[in-house]
């Protein structure tokens, strides 16, 4: 009987990630965390391709590094920044409620997590921003 | 059969935690590398010359490929744990799992190749 009650670890197909219908916070965080995922991921291997430009010689590198400083690939950057406050900050809070530590608070540290990615994405835009002259 | 469910209960909660410690992990190594190759440089990019004498202090080197190392562990764990929800076959997800390792292994091999090809090209 005890069996019976043991928590089924929950599958959710990728498509069930946008059925946001009743659901709660936690929910759409698990979808920000997943979608945030897929494209960190993505970016992660953009990354590795751009960087083997430097194998290529001074040249071809630093004509990247001036396109990289152009507005529309700083906004770029923004969004990754955004992307990695969100998946990190609430990684944190999942790891902490993970290992038994803030269990009561989750909800607060969900929105305080909400919160200091708002802020830091505000703080980010703006240091990057200012160096475009 | 409940033996074997047990299995691989211990197992995904094994790739749980794992992914909990390399995420904290990657907090401090990404925090490090966003501090040294952007807040730090003049401009927020370092220059193919700033790269080459950057990569060239050992320990810098050694960080970089441990953030690599951390960082593909951790982003090809997430896949996995992506694709095995989509409820495979035991075969079929160690399939997926021996294939992303291969992938993590050739992706580290690149890196360690990249960065030992920057420092020998050289200024």
């Known amino acids: ?133 | 059969m409940v033996e074997k469910q047990l299995t691989r209960e211990r197992a995904s909660s094994w790739s749980w935690i794992l992914q909990a410690f390399t995420g904290v992990m990657l907090v401090v190594l990404l925090g490090l590398h966003m501090v040294v190759q952007h807040f730090v440089v003049e401009g927020g990019l370092r220059n193919y010359e700033q790269v080459v004498q950057y990569l060239s202090n050992p320990f810098v080197f050694l960080l970089e490929i441990a953030f690599l190392i951390v960082v593909t562990w951790h982003a090809l764990l997430g896949v996995r744990a992506i694709i095995l929800d989509l409820g495979l076959k035991p075969a079929t997800e160690r399939k997926v799992t021996a294939f992303l390792s291969i992938v993590g292994v050739v992706i580290v091999a690149y890196g360690v190749w990249l960065s030992a090809t920057i420092v020998s090209q050289g200024a």
């Open chain 1, 1 to 133: 009987m005890a069996s019976d009650v043991q928590p089924k670890p929950v599958k959710r197909k990728p498509m069930e990630w946008f059925n946001l219908k009743g659901k709660r916070a936690g929910f759409w965080a698990y979808v920000v965390m997943r979608l945030s995922a897929v494209g960190l991921v993505l970016y992660l291997f953009l990354h590795l391709v751009i960087l083997s430009q430097l194998a290529m010689g001074a040249s071809q590198w630093d004509n990247f590094v001036a396109m990289a400083k152009s507005p529309a690939f700083l906004l770029l950057d923004v969004i990754l920044i955004i992307g990695i406050l969100a998946h990190g900050l609430n990684g944190i809070r999942l790891s902490l409620i993970g290992f038994g530590i803030g269990v009561p608070s989750h909800k607060l540290m969900l929105w305080l997590a909400v919160i200091l990615t708002v802020v830091f994405s505000i703080v980010s835009a703006l240091a990057i921003f200012s160096e475009v002259k």
